[in-house]
């Protein structure tokens, strides 16, 4: 449950003598204020549920995916994988979306409806952006994840069938 701690309590923070929720998937600038004891436990144990769905429809349906989309790749008379990569990866992303994407969009859908109820209009504040060290990595991953897709592009040009 440590990782689950850790994950709820980024969204919590301390500024100007107030304690403020930041919630995920909201705007980035906007934060409210948490009135007592009993709110922040409240928030924080339907966070904690929310991060434990979300962790294991991605694990687990990720896992089951890669079942699903196996057997149907390997079926009688569809060929040799390796023949036909596009097919086979077309399959997986299909069976990905199916088993992943549609639960994890019913999640965030009551995620978003769910909000409302923990706090009100009212206790709108502006935060800071004292936090904000997450938007220093988002251009190295990027340039990482653009320089690793390039590399696969080559090394799936230097070892492709000629």
């Not at 689950?4 to 919630?23: H, T």
């Amino acid at each position: 449950m440590g990782l689950l701690d850790s994950i709820v309590n980024r969204a919590f923070r301390d500024e100007q003598a107030r304690r403020i929720v930041v919630f995920s998937g909201d705007r980035r600038n906007r934060g409210y204020v948490v009135k007592s004891e009993a709110d922040e436990l409240k928030i924080k144990s339907f966070l904690k549920m929310f991060y434990f769905a979300h962790l294991y429809i991605l694990i687990f349906g990720l896992l089951l995916a890669n079942a699903w989309s196996t057997f149907f790749i390997n079926l009688e008379g569809m060929g040799r994988p390796a023949e036909h990569l596009l097919r086979a990866e077309s399959i997986a992303l299909g069976v990905y979306c199916f088993v992943v994407g549609l639960p994890y969009l019913l999640l965030w859908r009551s995620y978003k409806k769910a909000l409302p109820t923990f706090v009100s209009a009212q206790d709108e504040v502006v935060v800071s952006n004292l936090y904000s060290g997450r938007r220093r990595w988002t251009p190295a991953l990027a340039m990482f994840g653009v320089a690793f897709l390039i590399l696969a592009a080559v090394l799936f040009w230097l070892v492709r069938a000629k």
